[in-house]
């Protein structure tokens, strides 16, 4: 059984720094994508960065890019996501997605598991 358990959110001053945590257990190969994703209040889920396993091949939505950075731990098969930067707009609560697959579109939809989410809270 996939698990994904996400840890390292909170409340922060606008221009801070967060790092979050994705471990993941339970996949049968080492050849998985892990994305992270955002969801605010009444809005939907948004991809916000994503890194496959295999080559440490990243991507990132235009609302991050160069703020954050999605980086691998695979010998903890931890993900981290540095978010630097912090805006309030970046309020929302993150979830860690996992798929078997090498490589996904940061479309929530298209991915297999999923986090219970951690809150990130950015005050003005």
């Known amino acids: 059984e996939v698990q994904l358990v996400e840890s390292g959110g909170g409340l922060v001053q606008a221009g801070g720094s967060l790092r979050l945590s994705c471990v993941a257990s339970g996949f049968l190969s080492d050849s998985y994508t892990i994305g992270w994703f955002r969801q605010a209040p009444g809005k939907e889920r948004l991809g916000v960065a994503s890194?496959?396993?295999?080559?440490?091949?990243?991507y990132y939505a235009g609302s991050v890019k160069g703020r954050f950075t999605i980086s691998s731990d695979n010998a903890k098969n931890t993900v981290y996501l540095q978010m630097n930067s912090l805006k309030p707009e970046d309020t929302a609560v993150y979830y860690c997605a996992a798929d078997s697959a090498l490589w996904v579109d940061l479309v929530a939809t298209l991915w297999e598991y999923w986090g219970q989410g951690t809150l990130v809270t950015v005050s003005e």
């Open positions: 890194i496959a396993r295999s080559d440490g091949s990243t």
